[in-house]
């Protein structure tokens, strides 16, 4: 029997036309949340349109016994990302969860790569996931409750030729640990998924993702986008506790991403300190033994600062 069920909660999964998105959209519904599948039905690189996406995954979900509707707005404009929450709000009377899922990938690296590659990237992933969350705020405020997903990669590591989709993954963190840190407060837990299957988007143009899908493919259905999506409902649900912080998913394991600083190397003399000390110490510098996961930024500040503390005019 389940027991981690969403009764009475209301969701809007972005991207949820198709693949991972897809799956988080049926999950949902499953468990008994009422879901707004949003997808605008573009192409892998964002181009383009086509309802079709977006309705049949809602129309599984109601003929499954759910309760679902679509919405094929583009959240990439802050009205695009206002209206799958307002189509919660109107439809349901509420809203509770943003998974942030859509996204788009045109594979392109130095030199090549334009401007235009990196802002095409930003105005899906990072800007989508900022006005779809931005518009759903209040409500959860006034509620004092609200669970938000944004979606990262391990894109972020980088390949070659997928500079633009990296960054705009990498910046999920970002966004993520500030939003947590304004929510402290308030029973709004927002965090990061890094997803790990086999969709269209895994499967463009690169010679990264070739070599890449020879590693995914050995375990057959492993790579099924089902099943990431646990991982997500917990994220989604009342039941979690944490918030900024990163969970990778998919193939059957589940684990912890973070971003750690060492101890580093304080030299006798911090105020002489040449090119040539940071040289002669560099594998100090990198050494991973003992390191610290910083909450936010002042306790980073302050651990990075603590040989400072009580001299006069240091923070």
């Known amino acids: 029997m389940r027991q981690h069920l ?5 969701a809007v999964v972005t991207g949820a036309g198709r ?11 499953e468990l008994g949340a009422k879901v707004v599948v949003n997808d605008l039905g573009g192409t892998m690189e964002g181009f ?4 079709g996406p977006a309705e049949a995954v809602a129309a599984e979900i109601n003929d499954a016994g759910g309760t679902a509707i679509a919405d094929t707005s583009d959240i990439s404009t802050a009205d695009g990302g206002r209206r799958p929450v307002a189509a919660a709000v109107e439809a349901f009377g509420r809203i509770d969860i943003v998974v942030n899922n859509a996204g788009n990938v045109r594979f392109a690296g130095l030199p090549d790569i334009d401007a235009a590659n990196i802002e095409s ?3 899906v992933h990072v800007l989508g996931a900022f006005h779809t969350a931005r518009a759903a705020w209040p409500y959860m405020l006034e509620r004092n409750y609200g669970r938000v997903v944004l979606t ?10 997928n ?3 990296a960054t705009a993954k990498a910046a999920m963190i970002g966004m993520a640990r500030s939003m947590a840190a304004s929510a402290r407060s308030h029973d709004i837990k927002v965090n990061v998924i890094a997803p790990n299957a086999m969709t269209r988007m895994g499967g463009g143009p690169s010679e990264g993702m070739d070599a890449l899908r020879e590693q995914r493919h050995p375990g057959g259905g492993v790579m099924d986008p089902a099943l990431v999506a646990p991982m997500v409902a917990y994220l989604a649900h009342e039941a979690c506790d944490v918030s900024g912080e990163v969970f990778l998913a998919g193939a059957g394991r589940f684990a912890h991403l973070f971003v750690g600083v060492t101890e580093g190397y304080l030299p006798a003399d911090p105020l002489k300190v040449t090119t040539e000390d940071i040289v002669g110490n560099l594998d100090r510098i990198k050494d991973h033994a003992g390191y610290h996961v910083p909450s936010d930024l002042m306790e980073c500040v302050s651990r990075y600062m603590a040989h400072r503390q009580g001299e006069e005019g240091e923070a």
Do not use: C, E, K, W
Request: net charge negative; proline share 3%; glycine share 22%.
């Open 163 to 165: 500079l633009g989709y």
């Open 121 to 123: 990237h930003l105005a």
């Open 152 to 161: 990262g990669s391990i894109g972020m590591f980088g390949l070659p030729d």
């Open 19 to 29: 693949g991972i998105g897809r799956a988080y959209a049926l999950l949902l519904g």
């Open 48 to 51: 383009g349109s086509d309802a």
């Open 6 to 10: 969403f009764d009475d909660r209301v």
